[in-house]
């Protein structure tokens, strides 16, 4: 239990354009998650927290209007760079919470993306 | 601050040789200790959460434990399978704190 997808699990784009990553919870229902990014050798950093239904909140120093998050439904969140440039190229990781009362987030497999 | 704090940065074992990870954090009003495995190109895979001090879990040749500043994950007669990056995190909110993680190398 506790399946999370994403896809693409790869994707190469030039800079300039934009590129969308779906998360989507297989097997349960997530009313929360969240969007994290991987720079090569780093641990993960929290980008944004994404609630079904309203307006995802951003850690500090995120731009929202670059990275848009849409949480349409309970087992789908999106996330679309825009604009992407070199520097945005990284892994791009998203998590769900069950929702069962405890704080355990499932990840899902990663998107790498590379701008080039 | 909320801070986790993971050491060693890498460890290298052989198989068979049995050692401990460290996790210590500073965090206020503490929502659970967590423990996740990452392979290299791969999204982390759930280990275990610890929610108060004293309390152990198992799990194969991995046991997490919790004190009041720390988490250990220890791993027993490790094999080269068990080569790949652990995180550990608080859960000090709805979001996830991590540490930088330790890289595990276990060599046959």
């Known amino acids: 239990g506790a399946v999370v997808s994403q896809h693409p699990s790869w994707v190469i784009c030039k800079s300039g354009t934009s590129v969308k990553i779906e998360c989507r919870s297989l097997?349960?229902?997530?009313?929360?998650m969240f969007w994290y990014r991987q720079f090569p050798k780093q641990s993960l950093m929290l980008m944004a927290t994404?609630?079904?239904?309203?307006?995802?909140?951003?850690e500090q120093g995120v731009e929202k209007d670059k990275f848009l998050i849409n949480h349409a439904s309970l087992t789908l969140s999106t996330l679309t760079v825009t604009s992407a440039h070199p520097e945005d190229s990284s892994f791009y990781i998203c998590?769900?919470?069950?929702?069962?009362?405890?704080?355990?987030?499932?990840f899902g497999p990663g998107t790498r993306l590379t701008v080039t | 601050e909320d801070q986790v704090t993971q050491s060693p940065e890498a460890l290298r074992l052989q198989e068979g040789e049995s050692s401990s990870l460290n996790c210590s954090y500073t965090?206020?009003?503490?929502?659970?200790l967590f423990w996740y495995r990452q392979d290299p190109g791969k999204g982390p895979e759930f280990l275990f959460t610890?929610?108060?001090a004293g309390e152990e879990k198992e799990k194969e040749r991995l046991k997490a434990t919790l004190t009041k500043k720390e988490s250990f994950l220890h791993i027993t007669a490790p094999k080269p399978e068990d080569s790949a990056t652990y995180l550990c995190?608080?859960?000090?909110?709805?979001?996830?704190?991590f540490g930088k993680g330790t890289t595990l190398s276990v060599s046959s």
């Open positions: 998590s769900a919470n069950t929702g069962t009362g405890t704080y355990e987030q499932y």
């Open positions: 097997d349960f229902q997530a009313t929360t």
């Open positions: 994404s609630n079904e239904g309203s307006k995802a909140t951003y």
């Open positions: 965090v206020s009003g503490l929502r659970g």
């Open positions: 610890l929610y108060s």
């Open positions: 995190a608080d859960g000090a909110g709805t979001a996830l704190i």
